[in-house]
């Protein structure tokens, strides 16, 4: 099966998970390119996904020197940003996806106030609660909602990644979570909400999803 028909194939999926959840929110896929190579992300672009995420600074830079041919691609960071690598994220990327503390918040908003520039995140939140994974925990509502008031920073969203377990009912549990913070924040500039990955879209549609990235569905399991 081609990336394009494997596209066709999960957006079929999302309208029917639209469906089973009651909801009718528009919902964009961004291929998870890390470790693929370039021709990987052309076809994806043709197959009509316009945004990719990726987590190494270094090989996303090799990358997109060939960028040219697709001037509206949509550049994600989605991996822990370290601070020491926050200049060149900054050059490289339009969104960073993977915001978790308030301190490398404030990091990036003053790189970005001495570079006179914004950048565009999502807050990444542990809704899971597995100590593996990074991110703001579900009660700290007033760190969260302090991001959004830092400068040249924009707060398009939330973000988490669900549990690693194969109980459907903990994964959906962590995504209503997030819908619920989304709520409880009730601030006009979350209008995004990314969660699912490829084992677990469908869930995350059902429960308001946004935002979906996928790699394995679309591109197999890596060599």
């Known amino acids: 099966m081609t990336i394009k028909e494997k596209v066709s194939v999960i957006n079929d999926k999302i309208e029917q998970a639209k469906i089973r959840g009651g909801v009718n929110q528009p919902v964009s896929i961004v291929a998870v390119t890390k470790t693929r190579p370039f021709s990987i992300i052309e076809q994806s672009y043709k197959a009509g996904i316009y945004s990719i995420g990726e987590n190494r600074i270094q ?25 020491n690598k926050i200049n060149k994220c900054l050059d490289l990327f339009d969104t ?13 908003s003053k790189t970005t106030l001495a570079q006179q520039k914004t950048i565009s995140v999502l807050l990444e939140i542990n809704t899971s609660g597995e100590k593996s994974k990074r991110g703001f925990k579900p009660n700290q509502i007033d ?23 194969d109980d459907r009912k903990k994964i959906r549990n962590s995504f209503k979570t997030l819908r ?5 924040i009730n601030n006009p500039c979350l209008k995004e909400l990314s969660m699912g990955m490829s084992g677990d879209f469908e869930i995350a549609v059902e429960e308001g999803s946004t935002m979906v990235r996928l790699g394995t569905v679309l591109f197999g399991n890596r060599p």
Do not use: W, Y
């Open 180 to 184: 619920r913070i989304k709520q409880l």
């Open 143 to 165: 760190e969260i909602s302090e991001c959004l008031e830092i400068n040249n920073i924009n707060v398009n969203g939330l973000m988490t990644i669900g549990p690693h377990t």
């Open 96 to 108: 960073i996806d993977s915001i978790d503390s308030l301190k490398l918040i404030k990091k990036i």
């Open 59 to 83: 090989e996303a830079k090799e990358k997109f020197q060939s960028f040219d041919s697709m001037p509206n691609i949509s550049k994600r960071f989605i991996g822990h940003l370290q601070s």
